[in-house]
């Protein structure tokens, strides 16, 4: 089986979009052992063209000058991960065209194109709602990781196929020996103004998730969960800057299996980037997520894991944090674990159909 596995690699600085491709390969190699997983990301990967501008892949569509369509022909099936969270408009119309329009692609070649595990919507604009209906018409499997985008996609006429979790429930969690007391993320994504939330609010929620833990009695550190790039999303001088600001550890993880032996070496994370607290609890590590969007709480509430403070609605999350790093978390690690290999059956038995 030759496999491309879209919108998800192992080299991007961003430790989930790593977690994504990692697991989703993980996944299909529980089904196809021998399988050659190859990933293509924005502009990175085996593509004859990067993946950039829509009005790019338009172009070849029409001239094929690339051999754009013939490459994606080539595998026996696509996995389209949309970057876990980004089959939305909330990161613009550009970002969704130029996904869709590679779905659109890998229809006109022929290859079977599942749409792997990830939140579907917010579709709030006309055309996102246009450009998400039209994808999932397209695909021959469509596999949501939570109920809210199950609904979702049934608003657009396609229902899903699967109802699974998140990949990264796939990677193999080897015992770690504890290292750290807490790990709070902080997101550059946050920390730096945007469309999400207010960055000074969010600046002063992490100062005080930080300083009450401390007060509490906790050793704390913090992580960057998206590595050094030119990009402003990355965690790293967000994090820095606040480590020299308390006086606090920054750890800097390099690649997936570090920050995974970081977080499941912690009795807790606080997280701001989903796919940290994700790592954490597939590692046997509790974790409070700090959600910005509502690609956090209904994954993990069927995970039965209800401790996900919203930054959105929170009175005051940073006391919300606090009160339930008091509470014992640790109990219910386990059980997650079980809930999620539960929920990635269906998603190995729609591959084996896809094929």
Request: aromatic share 4%; hydrophobic share 45%.
């Given at each position: 089986?030759?496999i ?9 600085p961003n430790?989930?979009?790593r ?6 390969a ?11 997983v190859s990933?293509?990301?924005?502009g990175?990967?085996?593509s ?7 009005r790019?892949?338009?172009r070849?569509?029409?001239?094929h000058r ?9 595998f ?5 991960t949309r ?13 969704l ?16 194109l ?7 919507g917010?579709?709030?604009t ?9 994808s ?9 990781r939570?109920a ?12 899903v196929d699967v109802?699974t979790t998140?990949?990264?429930f796939?990677?193999?969690?080897p015992?770690?020996a504890?290292?750290?007391?807490v ?5 550059g ?8 939330i207010d960055a ?44 020299r ?26 997280g ?13 590590t ?7 969007s509502?690609k ?10 209800p401790?996900?403070i ?11 944090v606090?009160a339930l790093?008091r ?10 674990r ?10 190995l038995d729609a ?5």
């Open positions: 089986m030759r491309l596995v879209l919108w998800a690699d192992d080299v991007s430790l989930g979009v977690a994504l491709g990692q697991g989703t993980a996944l299909v190699r529980q089904v196809w052992p021998e399988a050659e990933f293509q990301n924005f990175r990967g085996p004859p063209l990067p993946f950039r501008e829509p790019t892949l338009v070849e569509a029409v001239t690339y051999g754009l369509v013939r490459w994606l022909g080539g026996d099936l696509i996995l389209d970057s876990g969270d980004s089959f939305a408009d909330i990161y613009g119309i550009k970002r065209l130029t996904m869709s329009t590679v779905a659109e692609l890998a229809a006109r070649a022929g290859t079977p599942v749409l792997a595990p990830q939140t579907i917010p579709f709030g006309k055309r996102g709602q246009l450009l998400g209906r039209r999932l018409r397209t695909a021959s499997v469509v596999m949501a939570d809210e985008s199950a609904d979702a996609a049934a608003r657009a006429g396609r229902p109802h998140d990949v990264v796939a990677l193999p969690a015992p770690v504890r290292s750290h007391d790990l709070l993320n902080v997101s994504l946050l920390w730096n103004p945007g469309p999400h000074e609010r969010y600046r002063a929620t992490v100062r005080a998730v930080a300083d009450g833990l401390v007060a509490e009695g906790r050793e704390v550190a913090l992580l960057a969960h998206v590595l050094e790039s030119p990009s402003a999303d990355n965690d790293v001088p967000a994090a820095t800057e606040l480590g600001e308390l006086g606090l550890e920054v750890l800097l993880p390099t690649n997936l299996d570090e920050v995974r032996l970081m977080v499941g070496g912690a009795a807790l994370v606080v701001s980037r989903m796919h940290a607290c994700l790592n954490a609890l597939s590692m046997g509790a974790a409070i997520p700090l959600a910005y509502r956090f709480a209904p994954l993990l509430d069927e995970l039965g894991w401790h996900t919203d930054l959105r609605s929170s009175a005051d999350p940073a006391e919300a606090v790093a509470t014992d978390l640790d109990r219910h690690v386990a059980k997650v079980t809930t999620a290999g539960d929920l990635l059956r269906p998603a591959l084996r159909s896809a094929s």
